[in-house]
């Protein structure tokens, strides 16, 4: 079973530390159940992240990271307890309050891409922005574009995602999470299909180009770009977290 890390960074610039809670989880479980069987992905976890802070998770396969992520990020809900954004109570918000906050402050790299193939890679990267009144056509394209250019991928903006490697698809996915600009953005293994000096550059792109950032990769990577980055830990063993650094 492979070792994984997520990490998340939470702040303004990416730069600086604040003592107020951007994001807290109180008592949060998360059972998923049909007719035969009852698995248990998420048990009492307690987790407050304060804006600026940049945190790894890690923990095997099946521990749990990535219902953690969608929990997170607003794509799951908790069978138990509370998820907090902004000192405000997920509970609290309605079906078009969670997809505006979806769409504007958090950013998501999923481990599969989730890339449309009959669409360019341009007109991929573009799709968070098609839910942004007040963005033009023109400022829409002027944004991917400078997402792409960030991930090395000037070249290819034409080109489909059938036409692609695996490594420049995840550097696709990429592009379209940052492009809005998110407060927060969740990164399930980014750098998974990434040469070293390629994932170096993308973990840089995440770590200090938007304004709170989470990514998940494998510790299996380049150990020298975790502890760069990484400046305080949590450990998930099924179901369970717990902070060790």
């Known amino acids: 079973m492979t070792s994984q890390a997520t990490t998340l960074n939470a702040g303004a610039n990416g730069n600086q530390t604040s003592t107020a809670n951007m994001i ?16 248990i992905a998420l048990t009492n976890v307690n987790l407050s992240v304060r804006e600026g802070e940049f945190i790894s998770i890690m923990g095997p396969s099946g521990s749990g990271k990535s219902t953690l992520l969608n929990v997170i990020g607003l794509l799951d809900v908790p069978t138990g307890g509370k998820v907090t954004l902004n000192n405000r109570p997920v509970t609290s918000y309605g079906d078009r309050h969670l997809a505006r906050v979806r769409n504007e402050h958090i950013g998501f790299v999923f481990q599969t891409f989730h890339l449309i193939n009959d669409l360019s890679v341009v007109d991929n990267v573009e799709i968070p922005l098609l839910y942004r009144k007040s963005l033009s056509g023109s400022e829409r394209r002027k944004l991917a574009l400078r997402a792409l250019d960030r991930v090395g991928l000037h070249a290819r903006v034409h080109h489909f995602p059938s036409q692609l490697s695996g490594g420049q698809q995840q550097r696709v996915a990429i592009a379209r999470a940052i492009v809005g600009n998110p407060r927060i953005l969740l990164a399930d293994e980014p750098t998974g299909n990434l040469d070293s000096q390629m994932g ?3 973990m840089e792109v995440l770590s200090g180009g938007t304004r709170c950032p989470a990514e998940s990769k494998p510790t299996s990577n380049s150990s020298r770009r975790g502890g760069l980055l990484r400046r305080s830990a949590l450990a998930v063993s099924p179901g369970r977290v717990r902070r060790i650094g």
């Open 24 to 39: 807290e989880l109180e008592c949060v479980e998360k059972v998923y159940r049909t007719d035969r069987i009852e698995t």
């Open 200 to 202: 170096d550059e993308i």
